[in-house]
């Protein structure tokens, strides 16, 4: 049986739903804002605490990324990001899910060839795209800053 092009078309438009972008949009930035906002929050705190500024930097990322490891071990941001879209991505929580939700996944297969060999299956080629351009960006403005 063949099936062209328009008829094919016509069959994916009518099984998927349109999706209400505008409403994905509004959402995404209330959640990836109120997250952002939660750091601030957790800096200001952290200063307000006592820290000094270097201890402010560390201790504010770090607790995003435990709180949003936690959250995705007990299934719950999973359950967020279905509602809030691309406003879960914002780097440091999108980041840290995207190391623990592999490694979750494969425990079953044990801790070495599991969780710790597919730990970084989605975070990894980032982490290696990121460290190599870097790499690249330096050695250029280094080449011509010689000259």
Do not use: W
Request: hydrophobic content about 45%; charged content about 10%; glycine content about 10%.
């Amino acid at each position: 049986m063949s099936i062209s092009n328009s008829d094919y078309s016509k069959m994916t438009d009518k099984a998927s739903p349109n999706s209400p972008v505008v409403q994905n949009c509004i959402r995404a930035f209330l959640f990836g804002g109120g997250i952002c906002l939660f750091a601030q929050v957790l800096n200001t705190l952290y200063e307000k605490i006592g820290l000094n500024a270097d201890e402010v930097k560390l201790a504010t990322p770090s607790t995003v990324i435990i709180i949003t490891a936690i959250l995705t071990g007990i299934g719950v941001f999973d359950k967020i990001a279905r509602y809030a879209g691309a406003g879960t991505i914002v780097p440091i929580t999108g980041f840290a899910n995207s190391v623990v939700s592999p490694a979750l996944e494969f425990r079953h297969e044990g801790y070495i060839l599991g969780t710790a060999a597919q730990m970084f299956s989605i975070a990894g080629p980032v982490i290696v795209y990121g460290t190599a351009s870097s790499f690249l960006y330096g050695l250029i403005i280094y080449i011509f800053k010689l000259y």
